[in-house]
């Protein structure tokens, strides 16, 4: 599992197993939000099992799962309210890492987009799925 800080309370990360959580709680943070739908790989662990390891381990678990096609998703306002509260830091994962720092950027506001833009790229992510909203 790598884990890329975003800022001081946003990181996210590539697919995690259940085995992964534990260690996800050990590094301090308290919501753990999955993006990926169930399903969109063969192998991928399933939601069910995700939430499962995320309520032994004391995690608040969110399944916010968002595709190309419904970016940034109908739950876009649930997610962003999650990466502003700096009391409860969060991790989200999708496949790759791509498609969370996507939505991070999508919620910062004007005053903070270019800066989280900047952030993105500087770290190699792609931000085709924002692009859109950046004109």
Not at 20 to 46: C, F, M, S, T, W
Not at 101 to 124: F, I, K, M, P, Y
Request: net charge negative; charged share 20%; with cysteine.
């Amino acid at each position: 599992m790598n884990i890329v800080k975003l800022t001081d309370t946003v990181a996210v990360s590539a697919q995690i197993t259940p085995a992964n959580v534990a260690d996800v709680a050990a590094a301090g943070y308290k919501v753990l939000i999955n993006n990926r739908p169930d399903g969109e790989e063969a192998g991928q662990p399933g939601s069910a099992e995700i939430a499962a390891a995320a309520e032994a381990a004391g995690l608040e678990y969110h399944h916010i799962p968002i595709t190309a096609m419904n970016f940034p998703g109908p739950h876009f306002e649930q997610m962003s309210d999650l990466l502003d509260d700096a009391q409860r830091p969060v991790l989200a994962f999708c496949r790759t890492g791509t498609r969370c720092t996507n939505l991070w950027v999508a919620s910062r506001d004007e005053s903070a987009r270019q800066q989280a833009v900047d952030q993105a790229r500087q770290l190699g992510y792609d931000l085709g799925m924002v692009a859109p909203m950046l004109s």
